[in-house]
């Protein structure tokens, strides 16, 4: 089932640029979690938005979160070369069984050119 | 220090030959969740534990199996792979279920 569409699905940019990628989801969340994967490893957690919050930051990123919209976005300022991963969104969902659990977008590939 | 530990990282196998690859996490999490990442197809659950004996099936639970006898601990059986299961899988834990998730460093599984 999927909930958390990033978009656009690859960006490349050169280092000092800043990244912007964007997340949509289709129904009402509790919150919302980026992720950050390098190539064939785990994914890491990276900050946690909830629904009554708008935007938050941690160090280089920005999350924003409109809940009229059903969106999200993850800035990362003055990007580096050592930010080339693929980020990924992911929402609380609820299953046909009643159960919440979380569903991941398909990814933003970002590239960092040095 | 935090971890989901996952063995085998990297596996090749037969069609029909039965494996496990093992997790273990050290924070005493509640949850644990199996992952499989393709290409196109992002992330999906395969099964997810609440807390010792307590498991359900994800978005594609077929021809695997899981078990949690201890809560440390969320195996991931395949009795009889075949190559649809050629993949990348990640075992994940966290303290509740829409929570901060931390994950393995992945299974590169192929089935010949």
């Known amino acids: 089932s999927q909930q958390g569409e990033e978009d656009p699905q690859a960006l490349s940019i050169q280092e000092g640029e800043n990244a912007t990628m964007n997340c949509s989801y289709k129904?009402?969340?509790?919150?919302l979690q980026w992720y950050r994967q390098n190539s064939g490893r785990g994914l890491v957690h990276l900050i946690l938005i909830r629904s009554n919050e708008r935007e938050k930051h941690s160090g280089r990123l920005r999350v924003t979160l409109d809940t009229s919209k059903k969106s999200s976005s993850l800035l990362i300022t003055a990007s580096r070369a050592a930010d080339t991963a693929s980020y990924f969104c992911?929402?609380?969902?609820?299953?046909?069984?009643?159960?919440?659990?979380?569903?991941f977008g398909k990814g933003t590939k970002l590239t960092v050119n040095p | 220090e935090a971890q989901v530990t996952q063995n085998p990282r990297y596996l090749i196998t037969v069609t029909g030959k039965k494996l496990t690859v093992t997790c273990s996490q050290n924070m005493n999490h509640e949850y644990m969740s199996w992952y499989r990442q393709d290409p196109g197809l992002g992330l999906r659950q395969i099964y997810y534990s609440m807390n010792v004996e307590v498991t359900d099936k994800g978005d594609v639970p077929e021809g695997y199996k899981v078990s949690r006898k201890e809560k440390r601990n969320f195996p991931l059986i395949l009795e009889s792979p075949s190559p649809n299961q050629t993949s990348l899988y990640f075992c994940?834990?966290?303290?509740?279920?829409?929570?901060?998730?931390?994950f393995g460093e992945g299974s590169r599984l192929t089935v010949l």
């Open positions: 992911a929402t609380d969902s609820r299953d046909q069984g009643g159960s919440e659990k979380l569903v």
């Open positions: 994940a834990s966290n303290r509740r279920n829409t929570g901060e998730l931390f």
């Open positions: 129904t009402s969340i509790n919150n």
